[in-house]
């Protein structure tokens, strides 16, 4: 048997070493395959490709050639592919599937990759899905299902490796080379009292390397974190990254065992959050994937546009009440841009990164006061530079000495303006419990604009006029 | 010995559940006995804290406590703070510890963590560092920073479980537990060839529930992904998230075994990638830390702020060229900014995803012009949106009817340049093999300024003049 590994390779076969990524070459041929209705050819091309590389293939082909590839690839289809799909693809590939082959697909699934593939289904399809399931698969997804959507519940699996925790090395080893069946993956053994509260973790490794007459709680863990099933999956994915964690139990309301969270699926959080927070900070819908159609996509920017276009409206009325001023010195309308430009600038330069500190939990009530005057001093000191910067350019450009001073100090209120409200704002909004990675952007640019228009124009009439 | 275990919480004592930062309450206590110079109180509180707890409270301190905590805590400082502070605070924690705390300390660590410590520190205090080590373990991490500084052979430990891929699971579990000494963490044994190739990764949990005459080549893992030493960290994190790998085997120049790279490794890197792609967007500097100075923070934003002003100065410069119009008709001042805002979004929010989607590898050659053509729709039907919008406020605003078609009209080509400028930059930088995240954003927003403003303007001087 032992040709079974011989074929392993480096890399999978058909994926170029640098990036991972299919090679042109071998989509065409892939292609090629599914024009000339060639099953066989097909199976052959696609069996050493992961089921996540499946995955990323059909994302990338147009909707016509993926659902052929997905009909003539037939039977072989795997729930795994499914798992691995593009959220927003997957009720498309799922209403091409034939219904023996979705269902033997999804069988072969654990219960949490079940739990994840329906949740964002639609009834008639979650249905068909569960009714595919055997009946315990089926009651322990309907039970995850009915913990709330980011919720440790949903995040778990059931299946947990436990020992009572006084047993000893030698107990515990025979239980499991006893054991009729073990899960796929697992790290530790959680030691329970009688009344399966978890009590501590000791690794497989751990457990090798003692002898048979040592007990369990005596080679635990030193670091060990228990959730809740109601907690949310961030506090979750932050404390494994944090306390770098391996796995982790889960208890109910009365702290009884019923589950283990795995660093792959913290990985996967994590993995989430961070997409959603660089999202979000652009202004671009949740669910934005490079598979949504034009509308989806399109809605979901033009929330943010909408919001953008209240402010710059806005801002267009302070201009309108300098609009006298503008008339008798046209270059003030020139170099206000200028202003505001360098203004929103430096607001999103704070405003990010008040936001990942809030999300990495490193600004506190602690350290608040002083990360506010840091930023205002950052603000400030660039706003020398780059007011006095500027102030030296428009003396050269236009000539008019107090206009560069003028300039010199609208810049330097913008900055720190703009220095305040990117630490403030997103501070304010994470204190009322929103998001502030979400809604920090409108507000920090209303704030440079009006405050860059307002401090450029009003001097430049009090001074100039 | 099983009050050891009685002791564990749920969660780290001093820690509140719901978000896992120390109350202000913990702090003030702690900063008391710090005034005090109360050391037994001290380690009584910090006792129950895990290391990145404490790194993270020394981060939140002003640099006058953190010194005097510090060195009140003594010789209790262990290397695992060190580990988990942030970089730029090391050097600094690391000239106030007394050299043999330092040298205990350190020693503490496995090899992996003292090369991540000492890869940043000046020269003095790496020698010092590593003169603390042992000979064996200062030329393992004399070793690892031989390689390049992301690289593969940077992230993996060199403690490897290895077995011979003629071995039975009988023969890997006598071996196991007899070794003398095995790693902290290990979640597979890696199978070799006689010239020490990697083969094939068995977990231990396949081992433990395997029968003793199995060959350990039926049992090896589905999917097995080497690395090479010199492999880009990015690389190793992708493969990770991407296949769903828990440990990996990492090899040299002749394909030969020298080391293991961990799931938690990888999740660091993932971890520090996203980090660096969100400040990057922003045009932040990438050591952005809250531990920083306020020279260093306003230095890390000014070289974007600088380029933003180049950007800026080029818009004013087209503007200039309508002068002459704005004189006429000062309207055209007031509104010509919410034509470049609404194009700076838009490009934003195409450029964000474009960068997301090749960090992800979503965007390849293959999808890459329906992809193109898709952000372009999605931007001209909000170009007519917004622009029909806008256009209705102008008419009522100022009522020109020609006004309110100029800047609908200007609006549609801003926001159709936005999408094509937000797509097919970052597109081509990382076809030239410049990090998107780091260089788009200028590129782009001078794309929006520009066209914004020759669009309005331009069309205004030639319809409304």
Redesign the interface.
Same mark, same amino acid.
């Given at each position: 048997?032992?040709d079974?590994?011989d074929h392993?390779e480096? =890399?999978p076969e058909g994926l170029s070493e640098?990036? +991972?990524? /299919?090679s #042109?070459r071998d989509?065409a041929a892939i292609l090629y395959a599914v024009d000339a209705q060639d099953q066989a050819k097909l199976l052959e091309l696609m069996e050493p490709l992961?089921a996540?590389?499946i995955a990323?293939l059909l994302?990338?082909?147009?909707p016509y050639d993926r659902r052929r590839m997905v009909t003539l690839y037939g039977r072989e289809f795997d729930g795994d592919i499914l798992s691995e799909l593009d959220e927003g693809l997957r009720e498309d590939i799922i209403g091409v599937l034939h219904p023996d082959v979705l269902a033997e697909a999804v069988r072969e699934l654990e219960s949490d990759d079940v739990v994840d593939l329906v949740e964002d289904l639609d009834e008639p399809q979650q249905e068909a899905i569960l009714d595919a399931l055997e009946d315990a698969d089926r009651v322990a997804v309907e039970q995850a299902l009915s913990y709330p959507e980011t919720s440790a519940g949903r995040l778990m699996q059931r299946e947990v490796?436990v020992a009572p925790?006084h047993w000893t090395v030698g107990e515990a080893?025979d239980y499991?080379?006893s054991?009729e069946e073990?899960?796929?993956?697992?790290?530790h053994v959680v030691?329970v009292d009688p009344r399966m509260h978890p009590? @501590?973790n000791v690794?497989? @490794?751990k457990l090798?390397?003692s002898r048979r007459s040592v007990?369990l &709680?005596?080679i635990?863990e030193d670091?060990?974190?228990?959730f809740r099933v109601l907690q949310d999956e961030a506090?979750v994915a932050?404390?494994?990254?944090? +306390? =770098?964690l391996?796995s982790a139990p889960v208890?109910d309301e009365d702290?009884r065992l019923v589950g283990v969270i795995t660093?792959?699926d !913290? *990985?996967?959080v994590?993995?989430e959050e =961070?997409?959603e927070? %660089?999202?979000r900070?652009?202004?671009?819908g949740e669910e934005?994937?490079?598979t949504d159609t %034009?509308?989806e996509?399109?809605k979901g #920017?033009?929330l943010?546009?909408?919001v953008?276009?209240l402010?710059?409206?806005l !801002? $267009?009325l302070v201009?309108?009440l300098f609009?006298e001023t503008?008339?008798q010195m046209?270059? /003030? !309308?020139?170099? *206000?841009?200028?202003v505001?430009? *360098?203004g929103g600038?430096?607001g &999103?330069?704070t405003?990010?990164?008040t936001v990942?500190?809030l999300a990495t #939990?490193? /600004? &506190?009530?602690?350290?608040a006061a002083?990360?506010v005057l840091?930023?205002v $001093?950052?603000g400030a000191?660039?706003g020398v %530079?780059?007011g006095g910067?500027?102030a030296l350019?428009v003396a050269v450009w236009f000539g008019v000495p107090m206009l560069a001073a003028v300039i010199a100090l609208a810049m330097l209120g913008t900055q720190v303006a703009a220095a305040l409200g990117g630490i403030v704002i997103p501070m304010a909004l994470d204190r009322a419990g929103i998001d502030p990675a979400l809604a920090s952007g409108p507000f920090v &640019?209303t704030v440079t604009?009006v405050v860059g228009?307002f401090a450029f124009l009003g001097l430049a009439a009090s001074v100039l006029m």
């Open positions: 048997m032992s079974q590994i392993i480096t =890399h640098s990036d +991972y990524t /299919l #042109r989509i992961h996540a590389d990323d994302e990338q082909l147009n490796v925790d080893i499991l080379r054991a073990l899960p796929e993956q697992f790290y030691l009590k @501590g690794t497989l @490794g090798m390397s007990k &709680t005596d635990v670091v060990f974190q228990v506090d932050y404390a494994f990254n944090q +306390y =770098h391996i208890v702290d660093i792959d !913290a *990985m996967t994590l993995d =961070h997409e927070d %660089i999202l900070l652009a202004g671009v934005a994937s490079l %034009i509308y996509a399109a #920017r033009a943010w546009l909408f953008n276009l402010t710059a409206i !801002a $267009s201009i309108d609009a503008i008339n046209v270059a /003030l !309308a020139v170099l *206000m841009p200028i505001a430009s *360098m600038n430096a &999103t330069q405003m990010t990164v990942r500190a #939990r490193d /600004l &506190t009530a602690q350290n002083r990360v840091r930023e $001093s950052v000191l660039n %530079i780059f910067l500027m350019v &640019t604009d228009f």
